[in-house]
């Protein structure tokens, strides 16, 4: 059986072939040789130049392209190049007018199975040659999935399908190092079954496989496509998160995974399973920067997640006892603590004793001289440190996802003061601004949870402004804005902070609900002496206006650069040319001593200057 036969017989659809020919009279002449082969099982498309033929390849599957080297459109390997490059695992088979010996071996080199002179081949040729390319092309297609088949053998698990230990090893050690490079974070889940071995014991191993393929399947279907699973041998698995933002990101996932395997597993024969799991977590680079660090760590918190349920259950699995785990103990420090380790755990125990204050720094209008905000300062009252400013901890405290319930202690204190403010002191219209990490943007429920501190103290939506940086602002896109759309809602106002350093787009600005930008304080500090930044200050100021948005700028430390900021239309400014940041009762105490509708920046500096108020 020659191996165009062999195409034939096992073909039961048509065989489609596209000819590539400018020449008619050749086209019809090549056709008729291969239908006198194949009959009515030939289908042909003809086209006479490489864009027709590029376009028919990327449109309808063909079995095979008999090429002229020279058309309308191109010649010579660039003929071929278009063709092989539209449809890589399509044989080829060169049949040109002019082909000498050099010409063919560099088709053949460049990816043609075959290659014929047109006038030195017999009127059967083309088709016996046809039939060669393709059996040749399908052997090496089989070749080919051969070897994918041995490598994928070579790199997964069999019975799961999930990356073996020396893949995942390569990916985290690959992770670890773009982290490196990038000042990103890796975090790593270590999960194990428990009771694995009583399941296979009483169970078998047939139910116990089914078991580990049904765990893998929900692992899978708890993480990104930018995550890795994999199983490092028996009951044990691994996941892989790079590019976290914060420790809060990693316990999202783990807590996905035990309420993912609540729901009972079918073992099949009327037989249901609800497996146990302890989950273990850690985080590049606190926990550590290598792969065997991050593993060890992973696989310390796990055993410590084990042992602390180990006498809230029965060693022995029951059916219907859910996954369950001790989210604030997975990242509980062992008794050897790393540098890191020690810094979270003293932001810890520094929130669980209210050592972090909230300071208000006033915001004004300085053509109607009246204060209209206060933007609330995190500050941590250290015993041994004293007061310290947020630079020293904040980005720890988003590494570990302390941002988010420090962040809501912030708000739930600004709401309070607002609320007091308005109705105590008199200042009806005053707003409160406060600082919105990206970790709290992305966390998700954020908006109910605010939802839930407005009602709790009784603040309304317009006295609160949430300032969010520009690199936060993008860090998601779209889901971003819709985040800020659910959280206007609320009756809030959003201002973009730091305006000018970061990555904002103009499309951001256009789309999303921002009331505001807030100038960057490296700009203001400068513009009297640089040109350069006066006029992105004059540039920011008309792209507010023509956005009808609200223009804030910080960082004011002089009457010069107040003045030339109005100049600038630039009317909403903060600075410690106007006072800098107060504690809740010393911003109280300057209301209530100054009437607000007389408060103007002459009498709010005065009275700081002789003391009224406390800083």
């Given at each position: 059986m020659t191996a165009s036969q062999h195409v034939v017989v096992d073909t039961d659809r048509a065989l489609r072939v596209l000819l590539v020919d400018n020449d008619a009279g050749e086209a019809q002449r090549s056709e008729e040789g291969l239908r006198a082969r194949f009959g009515d099982r030939l289908a042909v498309v003809h086209v006479a130049t490489v864009a027709q033929a590029i376009r028919s390849l990327m449109e309808m599957p063909f079995d095979a392209v008999v090429l002229e080297l020279a058309v309308g459109d191109a010649s010579g390997m660039a003929t071929l190049a278009g063709v092989r490059g539209a449809a890589p695992t399509v044989p080829v088979v060169v049949f040109a007018r002019s082909l000498d010996e050099a010409l063919a071996l560099r088709a053949l080199r460049a990816g043609a199975q075959e290659c014929l002179a047109k006038e030195n081949t017999p009127p059967d040729g083309l088709a016996r040659m046809l039939g060669y390319a393709m059996e040749r092309q399908r052997r090496l297609a089989t070749l080919e999935a051969a070897h994918s088949d041995a490598a994928h053998r070579a790199t997964h698990d069999p019975l799961t399908g999930l990356a073996n230990r020396e893949l995942f090893l390569a990916q985290l050690e690959r992770a670890l190092a773009f982290g490196a490079r990038y000042a990103r974070k890796t975090g790593l889940l270590f999960v194990d079954l428990d009771g694995f071995k009583e399941i296979n014991d009483t169970l078998g191993h047939a139910k116990g496989d089914v078991l580990l393929r049904g765990v893998s399947s929900r692992l899978l279907q708890c993480v990104r496509r930018s995550d890795a699973v994999a199983r490092?041998?028996?009951?044990?698995?691994?996941?892989?998160?790079?590019?976290?933002?914060?420790?809060?990101?990693?316990?999202?996932?783990?807590?996905?995974?035990?309420?993912?395997?609540?729901?009972?597993?079918?073992?099949?024969?009327?037989?249901?399973?609800?497996?146990?799991?302890?989950?273990?977590?850690?985080?590049?680079?606190?926990?550590?920067?290598?792969?065997?660090?991050?593993?060890?760590?992973?696989?310390?918190?796990?055993?410590?997640?084990?042992?602390?349920?180990?006498?809230?259950?029965?060693?022995?699995?029951?059916?219907?006892?859910?996954?369950?785990?001790?989210?604030?103990?997975?990242?509980?420090?062992?008794?050897?603590?790393?540098?890191?380790?020690?810094?979270?755990?003293?932001?810890?125990?520094?929130?669980?004793?209210?050592?972090?204050?909230?300071?208000?720094?006033?915001?004004?209008?300085?053509?109607?001289?009246?204060?209209?905000?206060?933007?609330?300062?995190?500050?941590?009252?250290?015993?041994?440190?004293?007061?310290?400013?947020?630079?020293?901890?904040?980005?720890?405290?988003?590494?570990?996802?302390?941002?988010?319930?420090?962040?809501?202690?912030?708000?739930?204190?600004?709401?309070?003061?607002?609320?007091?403010?308005?109705?105590?002191?008199?200042?009806?219209?005053?707003?409160?601004?406060?600082?919105?990490?990206?970790?709290?943007?992305?966390?998700?429920?954020?908006?109910?949870?605010?939802?839930?501190?407005?009602?709790?103290?009784?603040?309304?939506?317009?006295?609160?402004?949430?300032?969010?940086?520009?690199?936060?602002?993008?860090?998601?896109?779209?889901?971003?804005?819709?985040?800020?759309?659910?959280?206007?809602?609320?009756?809030?106002?959003?201002?973009?902070?730091?305006?000018?350093?970061?990555?904002?787009?103009?499309?951001?600005?256009?789309?999303?609900?921002?009331?505001?930008?807030?100038?960057?304080?490296?700009?203001?500090?400068?513009m009297l002496v640089d040109q350069r930044d006066l006029a992105i200050v004059a540039s920011l100021s008309w792209l507010a206006q023509g956005l009808s948005i609200a223009l804030i700028a910080e960082g004011v430390e002089s009457a010069e650069q107040s003045q030339r900021l109005v100049r600038l239309q630039c009317f909403e400014q903060q600075g410690f040319y106007f006072s800098d940041a107060l504690p809740e009762s010393g911003l109280t105490a300057l209301l209530n001593a100054t009437r607000l509708t007389d408060l103007d920046t002459r009498s709010w500096r005065s009275a700081r200057a002789v003391g009224a108020v406390g800083g």
């Open positions: 490092l041998g028996g009951d044990e698995f691994v996941v892989l998160l790079p590019d976290v933002t914060s420790r809060r990101d990693v316990a999202y996932v783990r807590d996905t995974i035990l309420d993912c395997l609540q729901a009972p597993l079918d073992l099949g024969d009327g037989q249901s399973l609800v497996v146990e799991a302890s989950v273990g977590a850690a985080m590049s680079p606190i926990d550590g920067v290598s792969a065997d660090e991050l593993l060890a760590a992973a696989d310390a918190a796990m055993y410590r997640d084990k042992f602390d349920r180990r006498g809230a259950r029965t060693s022995t699995p029951t059916l219907g006892v859910a996954a369950t785990s001790h989210v604030g103990e997975t990242f509980a420090p062992s008794a050897e603590q790393s540098v890191p380790q020690r810094r979270e755990s003293r932001l810890r125990l520094a929130l669980d004793h209210g050592e972090f204050e909230v300071h208000y720094q006033p915001i004004l209008h300085v053509i109607s001289e009246h204060l209209i905000a206060a933007e609330a300062l995190l500050r941590w009252r250290d015993p041994d440190h004293g007061l310290m400013s947020p630079s020293s901890f904040l980005s720890l405290a988003e590494d570990t996802g302390l941002i988010v319930p420090i962040g809501e202690m912030v708000l739930r204190a600004a709401c309070s003061a607002v609320v007091g403010w308005r109705t105590h002191v008199g200042a009806r219209d005053i707003r409160v601004s406060v600082n919105l990490s990206g970790v709290q943007l992305r966390e998700k429920g954020f908006d109910r949870r605010l939802a839930a501190i407005l009602k709790e103290t009784g603040c309304p939506g317009d006295a609160l402004v949430l300032e969010l940086s520009e690199n936060s602002a993008l860090q998601d896109g779209d889901g971003t804005i819709e985040t800020l759309r659910d959280l206007k809602a609320l009756g809030l106002r959003i201002v973009v902070d730091d305006f000018g350093v970061g990555r904002t787009s103009m499309t951001f600005l256009r789309t999303a609900p921002v009331d505001g930008i807030k100038i960057d304080r490296r700009f203001i500090s400068q």
